[in-house]
């Protein structure tokens, strides 16, 4: 069984989206080509997300390809899962569909965790990371951060409500102010 990996945007000052939930602070790094994140993805069988989340990919990445960004191919051959009690079906574009796990999301994740033997990665997802964070289902925490101070907005893990103890495995930084710092959690 591989590791459950929560990947996370966040700004300089630690929000992972604005008040609004907008995204407009994400600025790419100068070159978008992260051999750590090209290293990490080299390991993942499969991606989680919540419902905005997979809304938000699904409107962006089935339009891409690996020429215009480099983890394209990537992420739309992947197997995908959406965690939701509200979707019936989570097409991607031209692609296999995402799989929708309905019922508690802890428990969809237990059993995605038992059935890939390699890594699963949740990207983005605030709400879905802090519940699984907070239910002590999570291995391995990567934080990009970018070069913003946004002052106010949402936190990477809402919902957590009992500290989490992290070990700085690896740390990454970028020409561009981007710093990418990697945890293992205990």
Known sequence: MGRLIIEQIVTADGFAAGPDGGLDFVVPPDDPIDPGQLALLARVDAIVLGRRTYELFEAYWPGRTTAEEPLADFINGAPKHVISNTLSRAPWGDYSSATVES??????????????????????????????????????????????LLGEGRPSTPGLRHPRSLRLSAVETFPSGHVTLDYEVL
């Open 103 to 148: 019922g508690e999301p802890r428990d969809s994740v237990r059993r995605l965790k038992q059935r890939y033997p390699g890594d699963v990665i949740v990207w983005g997802s605030l709400m879905l990371a802090g519940a699984l964070l907070q239910a002590e289902l999570v291995d391995h925490v990567r934080l990009r951060i970018v070069p913003v």
